[in-house]
């Protein structure tokens, strides 16, 4: 093989290297985006939650068993 032929060969496969290498980015660049929409989601979801262990400890839930009674002892002594 001359001199020649082997720089031709390096280059070629430089080249497929180098889109080898662009596919790779290309795929991660992907999965990347996949990973930060979930980590969106998942941010969303954890305030959500934070919010309402938050209301849950204000007491500003309305227990809906005590707000029936109550109504009904309103309703009876309107009577």
Same mark, same amino acid.
């Given at each position: 093989? %001359?001199?020649?032929?082997k +720089? =031709? &060969?390096? &280059? /070629?496969?430089? *080249?497929? !290297? @180098? ?5 790779? =980015?290309?795929?991660?660049? +992907?999965?990347? @985006?996949?990973?930060?929409? @979930? ?8 305030t959500l939650?934070?919010? &309402?262990? %938050? =209301? =849950? !400890? /204000?007491?500003? *839930? *309305?227990?809906?068993? !005590?707000?029936? !009674? ?10």
């Amino acid at each position: 093989m %001359s001199e020649e032929e082997k +720089k =031709i &060969i390096l &280059i /070629t496969d430089l *080249v497929d !290297q @180098r889109l080898r290498k662009e596919q790779e =980015i290309e795929y991660y660049e +992907k999965e990347l @985006r996949k990973i930060q929409e @979930r980590l969106g989601y998942l941010y969303k979801e954890k305030t959500l939650t934070e919010t &309402i262990l %938050s =209301i =849950i !400890q /204000t007491e500003k *839930v *309305v227990d809906i068993k !005590q707000y029936m !009674q109550a109504k009904l002892e309103n309703k009876n002594e309107k009577t």
